[in-house]
């Protein structure tokens, strides 16, 4: 991967954003990288705009607040509308098509399209949509390894939700073999 | 020679800086000889007010903190929190408890913090010369309503212990006086049992005490004991409003 | 070191709360620091300590003026408005000489404000806010990390000088998310506190917490004892970080999570052959005048970035001493500084 890879994750409250995010940030601690992960805070909590900027490094992180991203993954049209102009010439958007309804500007990028609520939903459980979303980005990134993800799946989640970790982790697979 | 009185070991050996007549000293003693009957001077903490008797930590010989106007229910709270094996009483006047602090003292209530309150109403600020208080009566003239305090334009006189009576946490409520002996001694007992309750474990306690401010009144020292009688009890009926019963 | 963990800024500092040994915690919900009372209602009761949720501000810093006096470490925290509210009592810890930790996640004001990051409080933080003659201790972390080892340090300044130690952080490094290394165990130094009032037992004269002194000879000796605390404290605890000053060609003053966008402005500048270097103050009270005298002479010119209107910016201007010209660029109302914005601002003045 190259040295810094700065990813804005953003979406609906409620779609797994933070979390997504946070996954990502623990799987990069795991592999001995720096990280940050800020999320927007604020009043909304369920149904508002969520996003959060997730730094991996191999160096210290300076400012945790993003200016520019080399991936995003959205979620929805509106954070689509509020971050496509941030993403680095060469870098990717990574958007959940199913949600997503235009077409993006941007022909500088690497546009991978998923409609990851409709695998999610075929899957049975409409909250993988945001990990079918991070497996595409970590095959092509490699901004974390496979086996730390799962590794911070099991720090994150809590005890009682780790019998949801081998559904996770095809839902990963899922998406990086989309 | 038997020695048939003598000062309580809880009151430090000073004067009093109190006017004539003010029955501040009057509720100082009761406590005092309450933590001497009980034995629990080397544990007691008392929280001082802001008002008349900001600095009687330089009379009670018990561990005293000094607390911001109306903050001494949190400050108590702090304090007990840490030790719960102290007993932590709070002494406050009417502008300190029923104005500035009156969120403090009913959050402590209503937690039902096991601390024990005597509040001294005497209708009016002291220190501060003069000014209409929380509990000052209608009618009656100070030096911010000098027309007399007029409902329209001042509203009501707040009834404490009716208030606080109200609340789960509260669980001991009583208001006596200081206008004459028999009042003096039932005041002593209402303290008496408040610091027990206190001692029991069982919640908030507190105990109202009218008392006289001559100086504020313009009245002579027992001119003012009259004035208790015949004004504030009327209006702030005496005894008990809860906890009558309680074990302790 | 123990294990490394991804936590939140808000979480570390009550986790290392609780490892410098505060087991009372007083508080009141307010944005974005409101994860620090989660934890500890979460958290207190299995290490036997107390978590309260006062009706206020007001009452919350007077229970810690109340579990102070009887010797606990104690910690409360809130912010911008919240820390206003609180003022009454920090004056009166000061005058008290109580010692205990206050939290201030800054967001933006004046007033209600927004809930966005700011730094607009300095000014409150470390030339008043209450009321008399006094100081606290004005920490000023960038990291997660940090977070952690200055708030356990904040808990042994305090005890060490009787004095209230204010963390000052924003709502990024409160919300933010970063690893954490927690030693196995703290350094807790904490003098013996016999003026606490925990009851004589019968054994001793009996203790009182007071900050008030009617007798204007003995309210003036108490100031003079006070100020010689603060200069004793000036000579022994400030902490400062310093970057890149050498040969720099312009020297930036940031603090906090500012600190952080100038170490990317400096990369940048870099690339384009423009030597900046960075001088973060760490403790803002006591503020590091020196650092800023040593390399007055270095740099064409100091540059101030506050996300406010220009606080520091004063301190700054006091040690540079008109040496040097001191500029200024700030945000307000949440908004932050890109880097880009900074660097251009650098070349503006060094044109």
Redesign the interface.
């Known amino acids: 991967m190259m040295a810094q890879q700065e990813i804005i994750i953003a979406g609906f409250g409620g779609q797994g954003i933070l979390s997504a995010g ?1 996954l990502l ?2 799987a990069g ?1 795991l592999d001995n990288k ?6 927007s ?3 909304e909590m369920r149904g508002g705009t969520a996003n959060c900027h997730v730094t991996i490094s191999d160096e210290p ?5 993003l ?1 520019s991203s080399t991936a995003l993954v959205v979620m929805n049209g509106p954070s689509l509308d509020k971050f496509e102009s941030m993403v680095v010439s060469g870098g990717m958007i990574i958007t959940d098509s199913s949600l997503v309804e235009r077409d993006i500007k941007r022909a500088d990028i690497d546009l991978f399209e998923i409609p990851a609520t409709k695998i999610a939903s075929d899957m049975g459980n409409l909250t993988y949509a945001n990990i079918i979303l991070l497996g595409k980005l970590i095959a092509r990134t490699n901004v974390v390894s496979k086996e730390n993800f799962e590794e911070a799946l099991k ?1 994150v989640l809590p005890e009682k939700k780790h019998y949801m970790i081998p559904e996770e982790m095809k839902a990963l697979e899922l998406g990086m073999n989309y | 020679m038997a020695t048939v009185f003598k000062r309580p070991h809880a009151l430090i050996d000073v004067p009093l800086h109190y006017c004539p007549g003010c029955t501040h000293g009057i509720v100082h003693r009761l406590i005092a000889e309450v933590i001497d009957e009980l034995g629990i001077e080397g544990k007691t903490v008392g929280i001082s007010p802001v008002g008349c008797t900001y600095n009687n930590y330089d009379y009670f010989n018990c561990d005293m903190v000094q607390a911001a106007h109306g903050r001494a229910p949190a400050v108590g709270t702090g304090v007990k929190r840490v030790n719960p094996d102290n007993i932590v009483f709070t002494y406050q006047g009417d502008g300190d408890l029923a104005a500035i602090g009156t969120a403090e003292i009913v959050h402590a209530a209503t937690r039902g913090e096991n601390i024990t309150t005597i509040f001294v109403n005497n209708a009016i600020y002291g220190m501060t010369s003069g000014q209409m208080a929380p509990t000052t009566l209608m009618n009656q003239v100070t030096t911010t309503s000098p027309y007399g305090r007029k409902p329209e334009i001042h509203g009501f006189p707040i009834k404490v212990c009716e208030m606080l009576s109200t609340l789960d946490g509260a669980v001991f409520v009583e208001r006596v006086s200081t206008h004459d002996i028999k009042n003096i001694m039932s005041a002593k007992k209402a303290i008496k049992k408040a610091f027990q309750v206190q001692m029991a474990n069982k919640g908030f306690a507190i105990v109202e005490v009218l008392s006289a401010c001559p100086t504020n009144w313009g009245l002579n020292p027992l001119e003012a004991l009259k004035w208790i009688q015949d004004n504030m009890v009327p209006f702030y009926p005496l005894g008990n409003f809860k906890g009558k019963d309680l074990e302790v | 070191m123990g294990e490394k963990l991804l936590m939140k800024g808000n979480e570390v500092i009550a986790e290392a709360a609780i490892r410098a040994g505060c087991r009372h915690y007083f508080g009141y919900p307010i944005t974005p620091q409101t994860e620090i009372a989660h934890y500890m209602a979460k958290k207190m009761p299995e290490v036997d300590g107390t978590f309260v949720q006062a009706e206020s501000e007001i009452a919350a810093i007077n229970m810690v003026y109340g579990a102070a006096s009887a010797g606990a470490r104690v910690l409360t925290s809130s912010s911008s408005p919240g820390i206003s509210l609180k003022q009454e009592g920090i004056s009166y810890i000061a005058g008290a000489e109580l010692p205990a930790v206050v939290v201030n996640i800054v967001r933006c004001g004046p007033g209600l404000g927004g809930i966005l990051p700011a730094q607009c409080d300095y000014f409150q933080a470390v030339k008043g806010g209450g009321h008399g003659d006094y100081k606290m201790v004005v920490l000023a972390p960038c990291s997660v990390q940090e977070l952690y080892e200055m708030t356990v340090e904040a808990f042994n300044i305090s005890d060490k000088y009787r004095i209230l130690t204010m963390i000052m952080g924003d709502g990024i490094l409160g919300q933010m998310m970063e690893a954490v290394e927690f030693k196995d165990k703290e350094d807790i130094i904490s003098p013996d506190k016999n003026w606490a009032t925990t009851g004589t037992q019968m054994k001793r004269e009996h203790n009182v917490v007071t900050s008030i002194f009617i007798n204007p000879e003995v309210l003036e000796n108490h100031n003079h004892k006070l100020q010689e605390k603060y200069a004793l404290i000036t000579e022994n605890e400030i902490k400062v970080e310093t970057y890149n000053c050498e040969n720099a060609d312009i020297i930036v003053a940031a603090f906090g999570t500012v600190a952080r966008i100038i170490k990317n402005v400096i990369k940048m500048a870099e690339k384009e052959g423009i030597k900046v270097g960075l001088i973060r103050p760490i403790t803002l009270w006591p503020f590091p005048e020196r650092a800023f005298q040593k390399y007055a002479d270095v740099p064409k010119a100091f540059l101030t970035v506050e996300l406010n209107a220009g606080q520091m910016l004063e301190d700054v201007k006091l040690a540079v001493n008109g040496k040097k010209p001191v500029h200024f660029y700030g945000r307000m109302g949440g908004m932050l500084p890109t880097q880009q914005e900074i660097l251009d601002k650098i070349k503006d003045i060094l044109k």
């Open positions: 946070r940030a623990y601690m720096h990280v940050s992960w800020l999320p805070y604020g009043p992180v300076g400012s945790p607040i200016n720090k």
